[in-house]
């Protein structure tokens, strides 16, 4: 994912390989084999997953993707019911729909599966129409519901974005301002000469450009550095960039760029939340198995473990971290091959970056 700016708005991009789309993924969890041939056979079309027990289901859901469960109430050892109530108590399960199989007419199983929060149910003998048609339904509605969170997502993200981008804008404004040497605030040719060349590299920073070459990682730290220097330079905040010989990489400067001012600027507001009186942040830049290696070292502090589990989670934003700036910065990294990797370093964070 790519923040750009067009015709003045900031805008978010998506590669196409990365987020193409896929089939939905059902699972069926049924503890007689014919009846899961018979679903396998009227699902055909979708990329069904089996499991003869509700044990074996419970595995499941927390190693593969699961878009959708099918589930046979009457099982031994652990009946549908069960396993309907531990996915629903588990945060990680329990926005799954959940549609159950029973027989015709007990209409006290149908309301004790509504009451632990199922979508629906299907009757066995199946009815491939009214199967494939409730499958279909609420395979749709839970894409609808995605869609919406990831739009709601996304435009949180432009305005945290764009926010930042207009009090660096700013803060590299004032700092023009403030080295005239009479003090006066009315702008100088060479106030405006300045700005003029700081704006033209936010612009080639966010300039809608996804195309993969190679590129000089420190150039484009540098890039990120000119977006944030008044800001840092502000904030006392010292950068630090290390490299022993020229590291090149492949993918996109400006979109390297955007991830080391994401990153950056969340060391910053870590370090301002927490009142770090000589903040500082080191950049090392080397070669690792044939790829670029880049260590981002900061003293925000001692991490909290919340922050920790969740750094890249972009729904977390009650911890110190700004976590949409860190999800992001995953997100472009990801779309060019790339990972991030974070741990507790002295006493602040360490970010590795390999692409």
């Known amino acids: ?35 899961i041939d018979i679903l396998i056979g009227i699902l055909k079309h979708y990329d069904v997953i089996p499991a003869l027990s509700g044990k074996e289901a419970l595995h499941i859901v927390l190693e593969e993707k699961v878009d959708l469960i099918l589930l046979d109430i009457v099982m031994p050892e652990m009946d549908g019911f069960e ?26 199983d149908i309301l004790r599966g509504y009451e632990l929060g199922i979508v629906d149910y299907v009757a066995k003998p199946f009815n491939p129409v009214e199967l494939l048609g409730k499958v279909k339904t609420h395979l749709e509605l839970t894409a609808c519901h995605l869609n919406i969170k990831t739009r709601l997502l996304c435009q949180t993200t432009s305005k945290i974005i764009a926010n930042d981008i207009l009090y660096h804008l ?11 040497a009479d003090n006066h605030s009315v702008p100088t040719t060479s106030n405006i000469i300045e700005f003029s060349n700081i704006l033209d590299n936010f612009l080639t920073v966010y300039h809608d450009d996804t195309l993969s070459d190679t590129f000089t990682i420190k150039n484009a ?16 905040i010292q950068l630090l960039i290390n490299q022993k010989e020229p590291v090149t990489a492949t993918g996109n400067e400006n979109a390297y760029a955007q991830v080391m001012i994401n990153l950056l600027s969340n060391a910053r507001d870590m370090f301002v939340k927490r009142q770090v009186t000589k903040p500082k942040i080191i950049i ?10 880049t260590l981002i070292r900061d003293n925000s502090g001692k991490p909290l473990q919340d922050d920790l589990d969740n750094l890249f989670d972009p729904t977390k934003q009650n911890t110190d971290h700004n976590h949409l700036k860190l999800f992001l910065a995953q997100s472009i990294l990801e779309n060019y091959g790339g990972a991030i990797n974070c741990r507790p370093w002295q006493s602040g964070m360490e970010y590795i970056i390999d692409l």
């Open 1 to 35: 994912m790519l923040m750009v700016i067009v015709d003045g708005f900031i805008k978010v991009s998506f590669g196409e390989n990365k987020f193409a789309r896929k089939k939905a993924s059902i699972l069926i969890v049924d503890d007689t084999g014919l009846n």
């Open 83 to 108: 396993v309907c109530r531990r996915l629903k108590a588990d945060e990680r399960t329990k926005n799954i729909p959940v549609i159950i199989i029973t027989v015709k007419n007990m209409e006290q």
């Open 170 to 180: 700013n803060s590299n404004w004032q700092y023009a301002l403030s080295k005239n």
């Open 221 to 236: 730290i540098v890039k990120a550095e000119r977006v944030l220097y008044a800001t840092f330079h502000n904030d006392n």
């Open 284 to 293: 090392e830049i080397t070669m690792k198995q044939d790829k670029s290696h």
